[in-house]
T-cell receptor, first 111, second 114 residues
């Protein structure tokens, strides 16, 4: 199978840092995406990793280790508006644009 | 540049009926993918169309079908609706190049089957 695993829920404090982990099966890996989805809205693209290492984009960073089948999304200086579901998605070879999604991590940012 | 548009935004149907949903990708994008999102299963891939051809298909029954027109607009059809088909249906467009980096999602069509 091509299971994508991520925690169901996380809670963090405004201004803090939170790390959301994602693990996947390594066979056929061809890129990993992170999306943010607010309730009732469409997913919006956050980051893309295909090589090992850290990709930084403002307050958000994403890390990938292909050998371990592991990625994380790091959110710094948390704001209330960051409360949302964060979706990890993997593209596998031979699948064209097909993305296999995890069930999402619901992040709640508290005061 | 206009984003991905989907129509209708909301739809209520009864069991046994059929439904057609429409998706217009970002101008210049040639790939359209469809996903079903439910609370229990998350986002699941239905199919992808590129240049009017189905390029990939997910694990859904034959009641789910789609097509793409020459202007890249896509439609998906669900026949003989079941209660379990109630979901948010999302389409995503991308340029369709060999190694696209992003897919842009539309706002979705919320389908309720009663």
């Amino acid at each position: 199978g091509q299971n994508i695993d991520q925690p169901t829920e996380m809670t963090a404090t405004e201004g803090a840092i939170v790390q959301i982990n994602c693990t996947y099966q390594t066979s056929g890996f061809n890129g990993l995406f992170w999306y943010q989805q607010h309730a009732g809205e469409a997913p919006t693209f956050l980051s893309y990793n295909v090589l090992d290492g850290l990709e930084e984009k403002g307050r958000f960073s994403s890390f990938l280790s292909r050998s371990k089948g592991y990625s994380y999304l790091l959110l710094k200086e948390l704001q209330m508006k960051d409360s949302a579901s964060y979706l990890c998605a993997v593209r596998f070879t031979g699948g064209g644009n097909k993305l296999t999604f995890g069930t999402g991590t619901q992040l709640k940012v508290e005061l | 540049k206009a984003g991905v548009t989907q129509t209708p935004r909301y739809l209520i149907k009864t069991r046994g009926q059929q439904v057609t949903l429409s998706c217009s990708p970002i101008s210049g994008h040639r790939s359209v993918s469809w996903y079903q999102q439910t609370p229990g299963q998350g986002l699941q891939f239905l199919f992808e169309y590129f240049s009017e051809t189905q390029r990939n298909k997910g694990n859904f029954p034959g009641r789910f079908s789609g097509r793409q027109f020459s202007n890249s607009r896509s439609e998906m059809n669900v026949s003989t609706l079941e209660l379990g088909d109630s979901a948010l249906y999302l389409c995503a467009s991308s340029p369709g190049q060999l190694e696209p980096h992003e897919q842009y999602f539309g706002p979705g069509t919320r389908l309720t089957v009663t």
